[in-house]
């Protein structure tokens, strides 16, 4: 090729870039415009004002979300790392000052059913769940209880279980895990919370599954690997018989041919992601100094009054996620707390810094000690308890935080599925921004 030629297909390629950022650009920009309303439905009525004031700050809160899912050098630079840090802080402090929360934190009561109440061995028994279950409204949360004999789930042939899960093959299966799911950790302004989402472990499934079970670790882990290297076991995480209606209520989203990738080098992946997780909240206790202002370099002085607290449990911290998922309780129980997508702009939402499809909030727990009261929440929300053999529908990006109890070790698959619908109905401009994240997991350099 001559030079001459080689220059022009340069400039080809340049033009054709800048073209594409110049339309990227723009349609970035309408779809941005476009995602003010339903991002701030929830705000009382504003002024002309307050509303063009609150278009530019949500307009740079976005590009703030697009430089952090770039991953870009230049956005760990200190200066840039500096503005960013400020101006997302100004602008969650600006969006909470615009809603009224006096009284807006109350519980709400959860849609349940208890399938021990409507046995499935008659077809009319079957019949009248199968109606109650196409009345369901799935943008609303929905708490299954009983889909699960808990003597079944004990079953020692059964895989997906505490003893399975240490025996072949998945024992010998390669994860990440979070080597303390326990740590609480601040942001340099130390006001706001900074998320511990990402696994900083490896190690063998059957030695994570021990250390939580018979050594009382701290460790958790939420992976996808076990399901996708042997699918056919997400037979083992719905009853035969609930099957056919979960799959005309939810979808066809549980068979094993869902979870396995397709297309050529499987390069497009399943409809249904299966991740396992696994944590136990721990037992032991502390002491820390009463008083108000103690310091680390104080010495020991009998006079004093030390409180005794239980030590942080693991959990999962507030998160919003852009897929459906049915949470199965395979062993011991969790607390979630959720909350709609329409409350995002007051919990300080940032998306992934790690490359992944979700955002998380910034919201300090308000006693990282006591799990019965560790995140105030400003917003009306769910809270309640999942149990062995429970189940808990999640619609797409609602938030949602798991804690898990002292004393109890607990097991729970998640059948994520991704429904194109409701990923941009339920908050189109999550939807928008989470879409540089979404590619990089969906080409598979983003798993756990």
């Keep these: 090729m001559s030079l001459t030629n080689y220059t022009l297909q340069q400039k080809k390629i340049r033009a054709l870039l800048v073209r594409s950022v110049i339309w990227s650009t723009l349609i970035s920009v309408l779809a941005i415009s476009y995602s003010q309303y339903q991002f701030h439905s929830s705000i009382p009525d504003l002024y002309f004002y307050q509303t063009l004031k609150t278009t530019w700050y949500t307009s740079k809160w976005s590009l703030i979300q697009i430089l952090h899912s770039l991953?870009?050098?230049?956005?760990?630079?200190?200066?840039?790392?500096?503005?960013?840090?400020?101006?997302?802080?100004?602008?969650?402090?600006?969006?909470?000052?615009?809603?009224?929360?006096?009284?807006?934190t109350k519980i709400l009561p959860i849609p349940t059913i208890d399938l021990s109440q409507h046995p499935t061995g008659s077809k009319e028994s079957l019949q009248k769940l199968t109606l109650y279950f196409q009345t369901l409204d799935l943008?609303?949360?929905?708490?299954?209880?009983?889909?699960?004999?808990?003597?079944?789930?004990?079953?020692?042939?059964?895989?997906?279980?505490?003893?399975?899960?240490?025996?072949?093959?998945?024992?010998?299966?390669?994860?990440?895990?979070?080597?303390?799911?326990?740590?609480?950790?601040?942001?340099?302004?130390?006001?706001?919370?900074?998320?511990?989402?990402?696994?900083?472990?490896?190690?063998?499934?059957?030695?994570?599954?021990?250390?939580?079970?018979?050594?009382?670790?701290?460790?958790?882990?939420?992976?996808?690997?076990?399901?996708?290297?042997?699918?056919?076991?997400?037979?083992?995480?719905?009853?035969?018989?609930?099957?056919?209606?979960?799959?005309?209520?939810?979808?066809?989203?549980?068979?094993?041919?869902?979870?396995?990738?397709?297309?050529?080098?499987?390069?497009?992946?399943?409809?249904?992601?299966?991740?396992?997780?696994?944590?136990?909240?721990?037992?032991?206790?502390k002491q820390h100094d009463c008083r108000k202002n103690n310091h680390e370099d104080d010495v020991e002085d009998p006079s004093i009054q030390y409180c005794s607290y239980s030590s942080p449990q693991p959990r999962t911290d507030l998160h919003s996620e852009p897929i459906g998922n049915i949470a199965i309780q395979l062993y011991g129980e969790k607390r979630w707390r959720l909350i709609s997508s329409k409350y995002s702009y007051l919990l300080q939402p940032s998306i992934s810094r790690h490359g992944r499809a979700f955002f998380y909030s910034h919201l300090q727990p308000s006693n990282q000690f006591d799990p019965t009261s560790s995140m105030k929440l400003p917003t009306p929300h769910y809270d309640l308890i999942t149990n062995a053999g429970d189940a808990?529908?999640?619609?797409?990006?609602?938030?949602?935080?798991?804690?898990?109890?002292?004393?109890?070790?607990?097991?729970?698959?998640?059948?994520?599925?991704?429904?194109?619908?409701?990923?941009?109905?339920?908050?189109?401009?999550?939807a928008i921004l989470v879409i540089p994240n979404l590619i990089k997991e969906l080409l598979r350099t983003q798993t756990e």
């Design 139 to 285: 943008n609303q949360p929905l708490l299954i209880r009983n889909l699960w004999d808990k003597s079944i789930l004990t079953s020692s042939n059964r895989s997906l279980s505490l003893h399975g899960l240490q025996q072949p093959p998945f024992s010998n299966i390669t994860i990440d895990y979070f080597q303390d799911a326990t740590l609480i950790q601040n942001t340099k302004s130390n006001d706001t919370y900074s998320g511990v989402l990402k696994p900083n472990g490896k190690a063998l499934l059957g030695e994570i599954v021990k250390n939580i079970t018979i050594e009382n670790g701290n460790q958790k882990f939420g992976s996808q690997i076990p399901l996708e290297q042997y699918p056919h076991y997400i037979q083992e995480l719905l009853p035969k018989e609930y099957v056919t209606l979960f799959t005309n209520t939810f979808g066809d989203y549980f068979s094993p041919d869902r979870i396995q990738h397709s297309g050529p080098f499987g390069l497009f992946p399943g409809r249904t992601t299966v991740p396992l997780f696994l944590a136990g909240g721990n037992s032991q206790s």
């Design 392 to 430: 808990l529908w999640i619609p797409p990006w609602m938030w949602h935080r798991v804690d898990y109890i002292q004393d109890s070790i607990a097991l729970a698959a998640s059948i994520f599925q991704f429904r194109p619908l409701e990923f941009m109905t339920h908050n189109h401009l999550f």
């Design 71 to 104: 991953g870009a050098p230049m956005v760990n630079f200190s200066l840039l790392g500096s503005w960013i840090e400020t101006h997302e802080h100004s602008i969650w402090s600006f969006w909470e000052n615009l809603h009224n929360t006096t009284n807006t």
